[in-house]
């Protein structure tokens, strides 16, 4: 089969011919029609990743039909249409992953290539209403999001949510399901025009988070502050975000890209009774409550760009721009 290899740190990735997996017990091959970056992919080209092995294929996001079935997998999943929950062996506790909890696409080969071998019980019917690259750009994210908003911060109906850095796949996703749930969203960006894409996907206004006072001035918008803030970047901004957060307000953020909090306001944080809240990715119960909630309100994920599966590399550095709106895919197979 044909995949990209990654063959070390800050190395291109490489189109090349390798062998096509065979299930084992309890597995399925999938042959890939799509398959979708996140900035994992990234992170882990660059070195700043644990468990680094090479080479590795890797690719967490993909959707396509099962092509052979392992020993002890049901028969009936022979060529039904799926994509694949990339969190694996959560455990038992839902309030934290597991020691042994994998990400497909490392150290386990991934989604960049023809076809994947994954565990049955990781594959779920494809959302009759979403292509194979749309259902590709949902799984990690969308797995993120949802436990972000419902797990973590328990959404409720008539809420106000913040999203902040909106156009990145993940940030997409939490405003689309928290529009589709009857929150009202606001968004931040740098980026004027992603605020209005943004508007067009439901939200009800945004501010350039680079200006000064924000808070003030997108609290005002809004007639209060935040019930749920929904946040990757962490770092110095980071008490930005708990001036903006409404008394008992639930911060959530599920990425570190500014890096760590210098320092926390704690009196602010008592005062104002915020839960800080950390996720990261999701239960198998989080992945089905995603499907359902995809499935019921006919949710399709954004994809800023589709590159063909040759152009991974291309792709990867699209990424790494960060000028992106919405996911990026990879068309495998020609729908």
Known sequence: MQALVLDGVNQPLQLREVPTPTPGPGEVLIRLHAAALNH?????????????KFPCILGSDGAGTVAELGEGTDEKLRNQSVLINPGMQWGDNPAAQAK????????????????V??????????PEHLSFAQAAALPLGGLTAYRALFT???????ERVLVSGVGGGVALLALQMAVASGAEVWVTSSSAEKI??????????????QDE???????????????????????PGFNNLIDAAAPGGRIVFYGATQGDIPEVPARKIFWKQLSILGSTMG????????LQLVNDKKLEPIIDKTFPLAEGEAALRHMDDGAQFGKIALQIIQE
């Open 40 to 52: 994992r992919d990234v992170w882990i080209q660059k070195g700043q990743y644990a468990g680094l």
């Open 100 to 115: 042994d909890f994998q990400i497909l696409g490392l150290p386990h080969d991934g989604t960049f290539a023809e076809y």
């Open 117 to 126: 071998c994954v565990p049955a019980r990781y594959v779920h019917s494809l």
């Open 152 to 158: 973590r911060a328990n959404l409720q109906v008539g």
């Open 196 to 209: 209005e894409q943004a508007k067009s996907l439901g939200a009800k206004g945004g501010i350039n988070y």
């Open 213 to 235: 006072n924000w808070p003030a001035t997108l609290t005002k918008q809004a007639n209060g502050g935040f019930d749920v803030i929904i946040d990757s970047a962490a770092g």
């Open 283 to 290: 239960t198998e119960q989080d992945f089905a409550g995603l």
